[in-house]
């Protein structure tokens, strides 16, 4: 049997967990062209710093794209749910996290830009913070 000292194990605080997913999310895309690992991890990290972004009394980067949807709908007459835009922008993240019935996926790593720039975006609002990982990113995606 195998005895762990859980005192000498590090200690991570959700945003430092958040952190190292999202950089990992995007070595993985970058460095292996991988972008299944890519957006679950990135989906991951998104979801954990918009809820901190939120319990600091923010508002998430999902909320302002939900958001703006909803507005340019209502100056064209219409009155979009939120949940349609909240499915239409994680639909990847789910496909890959959740069993659901369907077609086979194709996957692209552009699939992967839109998470990573929204859990790098809550990232920004909740710490004012860059990592190496996600200006790396930002350069090799937005130029």
């Known amino acids: 049997?195998?005895?762990?000292?859980?005192?000498s194990l590090p200690f991570y605080t959700k945003q430092e967990l958040a952190e190292h997913q999202l950089d990992r999310a995007i070595r993985?895309?970058?460095?292996?062209?991988?972008?299944?690992s890519a957006i679950?991890?990135?989906?991951?990290a998104e979801e954990i710093l918009g809820k901190l972004v939120q319990r600091a009394g923010g508002t998430h980067a999902l909320a302002d794209f939900i958001n703006e949807c909803r507005a340019a709908g209502r100056l064209l007459?219409?009155?979009?749910?939120?949940k349609e835009f909240s499915q239409m922008a994680n639909y990847y993240r789910n496909e890959l996290k959740h069993y659901?019935?369907?077609?086979?996926?194709t996957i692209?790593?552009?699939?992967?830009h839109d998470i990573i720039d929204r859990a790098a975006e809550n990232l920004w609002r909740l710490s004012g913070k860059q990592t190496?990982?996600?200006?790396?990113?930002m350069s090799?995606?937005?130029g």
């Not at 007459?77 to 939120?82: I, Q």
């Not at 659901?100 to 996926?105: A, D, P, S, T």
């Open 140 to 142: 090799h995606v937005h």
């Open 77 to 82: 007459g219409e009155n979009w749910e939120p």
């Open 40 to 44: 679950t991890l990135a989906g991951a």
């Open 108 to 112: 692209s790593p552009d699939c992967a």
């Open 100 to 105: 659901v019935e369907g077609e086979e996926l």
């Open 132 to 137: 190496e990982q996600i200006r790396r990113f």
């Open 1 to 7: 049997m195998i005895i762990i000292d859980v005192d």
């Open 28 to 36: 993985l895309l970058l460095d292996e062209n991988d972008a299944i």
